[in-house]
């Protein structure tokens, strides 16, 4: 079987790109008489598979068979060793019970010793086998003990990524609320999301029907990407866990950003419980018109921020009084 499934690898081989007239047709290269072959000419390409695909069949199934077979020729040469070991030391007990028959009586203890040195071996074999299956034991307990600690944690685990779960739905609410308060235009609110199982792992993407999802920065305008900048540090802070409790901005207003745009970041960021600290340019234009720092915190409540002018040559960290 091996060697007709090589042969027909083989025919197969010759026979692409060429067809099956052509070969069983051929003509001799030096005579340029014809060179007919009754079995060639019967061949077909889909013979050929059908062939290849049986022989295959035939041989896996084989293989399969002398695979079984090895595994219980196996099992019976271990019973046919244990037997004949057994056979082996019946033989032994019988010579020495016939030695001792045939020798004196103070002589006749061989069949004792040799009993004597086969209990003692067993006794060895099952000591050791013994103190095997102890250490066995002892490390199947300890294994049992670390496959429970760890289905514990496996537990916990999956208790965080559902309560993690919730973390990004509450991040992404709040992401999306602070880009629409900052006038983000440039896709759409409904197509950007935040997600937690994919390629963009907790970063604003855009999620646009029959397009590859892309990152919210390439699609998105200079000064809407510095929306979404705004918005999503602002959410880390309100939800990190381990976020230090404060945001630095400096200079949020580039890219030509809208007046309104900027009076709702400071609006918001002065409505926190935690520190934010922006550096803001005192006089500065903002979609093409000048705007002095007092105009944009003009709106907001007294004692909801504290503003500190920075005079050429001075610190920009000093004691805030009480």
């Known amino acids: 079987m091996i060697n007709d499934l090589q042969d027909f690898k083989d ?6 790109g060429r067809g099956w007239n052509r070969i069983s047709s051929a003509h001799c290269p030096v005579c340029d008489s ?41 099992r019976y040469q271990a019973t046919l060793d244990y037997y004949d070991k057994s056979i082996a030391l019946k033989r032994g007990q019988i ?34 086998f013994d103190l095997y299956l102890r250490r066995v034991k002892e490390d199947l307990i300890s294994l049992s003990h670390e496959f429970y600690e760890l289905v514990e944690e496996e537990k916990r685990l999956k208790n965080l990524v559902s309560s993690d779960e919730d973390k990004i739905r509450v991040f992404k609410s709040d992401f999306k609320i602070l880009l629409e308060s900052f006038g983000y235009r440039s896709n759409g609110l409904d197509n950007v999301d ?8 907790l970063f604003p993407s855009v999620y646009i029907s029959g397009q ?38 400096d200079e949020p207003g580039q890219h030509q950003m809208r007046v309104d745009s900027m009076k709702s970041l400071l609006k918001t960021c002065s ?12 006089d500065r234009k903002y979609d093409q018109e000048n705007v002095n720092i007092h105009d944009l915190v003009s709106e907001l409540e007294e004692g909801t921020f504290k503003l500190m002018h920075i005079d050429d040559g001075s610190g920009c960290i000093a004691r805030l009084d009480n």
């Open 95 to 128: 010579d020495s019970l016939h030695k001792d028959l045939e020798s004196a009586k103070a002589m006749s203890y061989r069949s004792e010793f040799q009993m004597l040195a086969e209990r003692k071996q067993r006794k060895i074999e099952l000591e050791t």
């Open 194 to 201: 935040i997600k937690g199982k994919d390629a963009h792992r």
């Open 271 to 282: 409505s926190l419980s935690c520190q934010t600290i922006i550096a803001i340019s005192q």
């Open 34 to 74: 014809e060179v007919s072959n009754l079995e060639d000419s019967r061949l077909t390409d889909s013979s050929i598979k059908k062939s290849l695909a049986f022989l295959n069949s035939q041989k896996a199934t084989y293989q399969k068979y002398i695979k079984g077979s090895k595994k219980v020729l196996n």
């Open 11 to 16: 025919i197969n081989k010759v026979s692409i």
């Open 212 to 249: 590859e999802p892309q990152y919210i920065r390439y699609v998105s305008s200079a000064s809407d990407f510095v929306r979404s900048i705004w918005a999503y540090y602002i959410a880390l802070l309100l939800n990190g866990v381990r976020h230090p409790g404060f945001l630095v901005m």
